[in-house]
């Protein structure tokens, strides 16, 4: 579908004016103001990250993992939530407690609304990364920022989406090693970590992983494209 297609399907106002705004370099979803994710309608604003496809794919491989290791009630948290996306998707599938993280205090607003509006229930903490969180998981998730910041993206992206949402430091590494660091503090014995991970990180990701997780297995799944896109780890 074409994005003034798009926005003749889902958008509700003056038609002529979405499309000026998006003749201007406005992502559709903005201007229409909601996604479809997983079959749930997240409502997004220049606050946060447009959900993407890539990430539904981490979600439905997460789900499959999870539903293959526990059979309880599991705790979650989902590191970097932006809309919310993620930890709402995992509250309506999966018998668990869901925890959700950001920086941003405008996208936990966002977040928090759509978790309302999809009927979850989840805590949801603005704090670095799992800065004083004390609980323990069984599941870890995050889709961090991860793009180095000398990569060039798209004008689109770039002028629209937060960049707090994006970059990140030490070749685009830096979220997923600062996860590792110190995750023992907050996992339970028996685990999953799930990650969305750029293209080229995965071999300098397990690196990362044999550091400060030795004991555990990773294992590297490739999105619909071919690319090197999520990253599991268990024990
Ligand atoms: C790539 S977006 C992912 C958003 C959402 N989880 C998704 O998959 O669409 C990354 C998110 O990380 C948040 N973020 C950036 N730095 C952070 C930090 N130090 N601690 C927690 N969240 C952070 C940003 O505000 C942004 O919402």
Same mark, same amino acid.
């Given at each position: 579908? @074409?994005?003034?297609?798009?926005?003749?399907?889902?958008?509700?106002?003056?038609?002529?004016? &979405?499309?000026?705004?998006?003749?201007?370099?406005?992502? =559709? !979803?903005?201007? $229409?103001?909601? =996604?479809? *994710?997983?079959?749930?309608?997240?409502?997004?604003?220049?606050? =946060?990250?447009?959900?993407?496809?890539?990430?539904?794919?981490? $979600?439905?491989?997460?789900?499959? %993992?999870?539903?293959? +290791? *526990?059979?309880?009630?599991?705790?979650?948290?989902?590191?970097? +939530?932006?809309?919310?996306?993620?930890?709402?998707?995992? &509250?309506?599938?999966?018998?668990?407690?869901?925890?959700? @993280?950001?920086?941003?205090?405008? &996208?936990?607003? $966002? &977040?928090?609304?759509?978790?309302?509006?999809?009927?979850?229930?989840? @805590?949801?903490?603005?704090?670095?990364?799992?800065?004083?969180?004390?609980?323990?998981?069984?599941?870890?998730?995050?889709?961090?920022?991860?793009?180095?910041?000398?990569?060039?993206?798209?004008?689109?992206?770039?002028?629209?989406?937060?960049?707090?949402?994006?970059?990140?430091?030490?070749?685009?590494?830096? *979220?997923?090693? #600062?996860?590792?660091?110190?995750?023992?503090?907050?996992?339970?014995?028996?685990?999953?970590?799930?990650?969305?991970?750029?293209? +080229? !990180?995965?071999? #300098?990701?397990?690196?990362? /992983?044999?550091?400060?997780?030795?004991?555990?297995?990773?294992?590297? /799944? /490739?999105?619909? !494209?071919?690319?090197? %896109?999520? =990253? *599991?780890?268990?024990?």
């Amino acid at each position: 579908m @074409t994005d003034i297609e798009y926005l003749k399907k889902y958008y509700n106002g003056n038609i002529e004016d &979405a499309i000026k705004r998006l003749e201007n370099g406005e992502p =559709v !979803q903005y201007i $229409v103001g909601n =996604v479809d *994710f997983m079959g749930n309608i997240i409502n997004v604003n220049p606050s =946060v990250l447009i959900p993407r496809f890539e990430t539904e794919e981490l $979600v439905s491989e997460t789900i499959k %993992r999870i539903k293959s +290791t *526990f059979n309880t009630k599991i705790d979650i948290l989902d590191l970097c +939530t932006g809309s919310g996306c993620i930890a709402i998707s995992l &509250a309506k599938e999966i018998d668990s407690n869901v925890t959700a @993280t950001d920086i941003s205090k405008d &996208a936990l607003e $966002v &977040a928090k609304n759509n978790s309302k509006l999809n009927n979850t229930n989840i @805590t949801f903490i603005n704090t670095d990364l799992y800065t004083g969180i004390n609980n323990k998981y069984d599941v870890i998730i995050s889709n961090p920022p991860y793009i180095s910041k000398d990569e060039e993206i798209m004008d689109i992206v770039y002028k629209n989406e937060p960049n707090i949402a994006l970059y990140a430091d030490n070749d685009g590494l830096e *979220f997923y090693e #600062r996860i590792l660091k110190d995750i023992k503090s907050i996992i339970k014995d028996k685990y999953i970590i799930a990650f969305e991970i750029g293209m +080229t !990180q995965y071999d #300098r990701i397990k690196s990362l /992983k044999e550091l400060y997780l030795p004991e555990a297995s990773i294992e590297c /799944k /490739k999105d619909l !494209q071919g690319r090197d %896109r999520m =990253v *599991f780890i268990y024990n």
